[in-house]
């Protein structure tokens, strides 16, 4: 039987300090997610640049817009 599929959606507003520690952790995986997406809520801390620039892996969709949980 195949592996089932595994994404992770992130989301996130002004966590930049707390995205080094998640997103490791989840390269760390074995197996690893097939496909991360960080979801940013308009951030103002620089947190979708830095996972742009350190995480290459990571589909960063920004919403333009803080829409909380729930949009």
């Known amino acids: 039987m195949a592996r ?3 994404s992770v959606i992130i989301l996130n507003w002004n966590g ?3 995205l080094e520690g998640c997103l490791n952790a989840l390269a760390a995986q074995e197996p690893p997610p097939d496909r991360v997406v ?3 809520n308009d951030s103002t801390d620089g947190s979708a640049a830095y996972v742009r620039e350190r ?4 589909v960063v969709r920004e919403t ?3 829409l909380g949980c729930a949009a």
């Open 55 to 58: 995480y290459p892996w990571v």
């Open 38 to 40: 960080l979801v940013d």
């Open 4 to 6: 089932p599929t595994l």
């Open 64 to 66: 333009g817009g803080n």
């Open 16 to 18: 930049r300090a707390y």
